[in-house]
């Protein structure tokens, strides 16, 4: 099976700006979560999609949100960039609601 | 919510030796752990994972134990070779709960 697929890879964007990430997970996992990794804060939990409902959500501003589609396929997007948002984001795709397997993610630089 | 702490935070062990990383966690109602190794560029890769319901698992150089009582679960790799250097994380959840990361061993094995 192929592993979760995440695009684009690298993103240099500009303060004030928005993006949009992408998130293919396994065949037949239907859940998805998304992660920000930096050096200083860890890995922190953004939010997590399952057939596509929010289902659980972590402690980040509005300007990040998500969606699933019906191929469970996922975006995050984040609105009115900030330098601090310059992360590198994971998904991960999990078929039950624990062992989760992650992408490679995309780092995302904001200048 | 869950609360992981993670230590140490690096560790440099001699090529052969063992490591031991140890974690705990706060909420008494987790249930799932897995064990997750990051290489640089790469997203974290699931290594083992343990259930509470088992105090000890094993696969070739790398266990687990769990010790539900205390709270804390602790990773350990035997005969360590300089392709086990990377990031590792814990990680603890409970049912329908996002998962909580450590916040990462840095393992130098040195040849």
């Known amino acids: 099976k192929a592993g979760v697929t995440q695009t684009p890879r690298y993103l240099i964007k500009t303060r004030g700006q928005q993006v949009t990430l992408s998130c293919s997970p396994i065949s037949g996992h239907r859940s998805v979560s998304w992660y920000q990794q930096t050096p200083g804060q860890g890995l922190q939990f953004l939010f997590e999609?399952?057939?596509?409902?929010?289902?659980n959500k972590g402690n980040f501003p509005g300007r990040f949100s998500g969606r699933q589609f019906s191929n469970s396929r996922s975006e995050m997007n984040v609105s009115t960039l900030e330098l601090g948002d310059s992360a590198l984001y994971l998904c991960?795709?999990?078929?039950?609601?624990?062992?989760?397997?992650f992408g490679p993610g995309t780092r995302l630089l904001v200048l | 919510g869950e609360n992981v702490e993670q230590h140490p935070s690096t560790l440099s062990v001699q090529e052969g030796d063992s490591a031991v990383i140890k974690c705990t966690y706060s909420?008494?109602?987790?249930?799932?752990f897995p064990w997750y190794k990051q290489e640089l560029g790469k997203g974290p890769q699931l290594i083992i994972d343990i259930r509470s319901n088992v105090g000890e698992k094993k696969d070739q150089r790398i266990a687990v134990t769990l010790n539900k009582t205390a709270k804390h679960f602790s990773l350990h790799i035997t005969e360590t070779q300089p392709e086990d250097s990377a990031v590792y994380f814990c990680a603890a959840s409970s049912n329908n709960n996002d998962m909580r990361f450590g916040a990462g061993t840095r393992l130098t094995v040195k040849p």
């Open positions: 999609y399952f057939s596509e409902t929010q289902r």
């Open positions: 991960a795709s999990s078929f039950s609601q624990e062992t989760q397997y």
């Open positions: 909420d008494s109602a987790s249930n799932y």
